[in-house]
């Protein structure tokens, strides 16, 4: 089947291009595409800070319509509408793996589930671990105060993750953190959340014997693991590639859908696929005044 993709090669800029999408397995549903939004890492891959990513797994933050379903699903029929993490999610029609699709009540951007999923993975993916870190004498960092860290604070409560404190340290969106939000961090910590674009943090935060690291977004750090090493530190990388992933993005339809997390600030604006694309990822590179994140919607 020929569809139209939008596509980067890494050197500054999405083009739209033709793509063979290969039929559906018995374990996968085909989607049409209704929303898609614009992640920050596409941005990144556009100017070449990472990837290029193959054809077949750009775009994932993905919603839209079932038009066919294998015979190994049984969750999904034909017309309903789904938030989806698999690739690639700027083409017209995509196939989408059994475990990486949700069920959701509308085609509303607000159910585009990838983002609220990531900010819940981070607690989610390493939950076992953060559990036996709690406690009224553990304390925990988060750093970085971006839509991520946001849900991983409120997931910490979420899950009944109590600590003697919670540092945020960062400098944006102080409309949702009001006096939670500071400016700098002391002592030592358990339990680090890393949501940041510092790449000296093994240096910089102290870490206690045993803590966790949580790394949550992709950087290049300039320091070395000795610290950490000499603690018998554990560092988990949280990622949407993970299994329990899946659990996440049910997660988020719940509490979206109940109006556990309020998410009206977050998606910007809407791009019409067939004259405004161009427009979408201009306006996520240089994020003009007032911009959180958009969405390209097909007409």
């Known amino acids: 089947m020929k569809v139209k993709l939008l596509y980067t090669d890494g050197k500054g800029s999405f083009e739209e291009i ?62 309903d509408i789904v938030a989806t993490r698999g690739e690639p999610a700027y083409a017209d029609y995509y196939n989408c793996r059994h475990n990486e699709f949700v069920v959701v009540p ?4 607000k159910y585009i589930l990838e983002p609220v999923a990531c900010g819940i993975n981070v607690v989610m993916q390493p939950l076992d671990a953060i559990k036996t870190r709690v406690g009224p004498n553990k304390r925990c960092l988060i ?54 674009s510092r790449t000296n943090i093994l240096d910089d935060v102290a870490f206690n014997n045993e803590a966790l690291l949580i790394l949550g977004v992709q950087k290049q750090l300039t320091s070395d693991f000795g610290n950490l090493l000499w603690k018998a530190c554990t560092i988990v990388f949280p990622s949407p590639r993970a299994d329990c992933f899946i659990k996440s993005m049910e997660l988020a339809e719940s509490m979206i859908t109940n109006n556990q997390v309020d998410i009206d600030d977050f998606w910007t604006k809407g791009y019409s696929r067939t ?11 240089n994020r003009p005044d007032n911009y959180s994140r958009g969405y390209i919607k097909w007409d």
């Open 143 to 196: 750093l970085g105060s971006g839509f991520l860290a946001w849900i991983a604070y409120n997931s910490l409560e979420r899950f009944g993750l109590t600590f003697e404190t919670v540092d945020v340290v960062g400098s944006y969106n102080k409309h949702l953190w009001g006096d939670t939000l500071k400016q700098s961090y002391s002592g030592a910590y358990d339990v680090v959340i890393d949501l940041s």
């Open 18 to 79: 033709e793509w063979s999408k290969p039929a559906h397995k018995s374990d996968e549903i085909e989607v049409k595409a209704l929303m898609t939004g614009v992640c920050r890492s596409d941005i990144e891959m556009m100017v070449g800070n990472f990837g290029p990513l193959p054809k077949e797994m750009q775009g994932h933050e993905g919603l839209g319509e079932v038009t066919q379903v294998g015979e190994l699903i049984k969750n999904v029929k034909v017309g």
């Open 275 to 285: 004259t405004e694309w161009q427009q979408a990822f201009e306006d996520g590179l």
């Open 106 to 109: 509308s085609a509303d951007p």
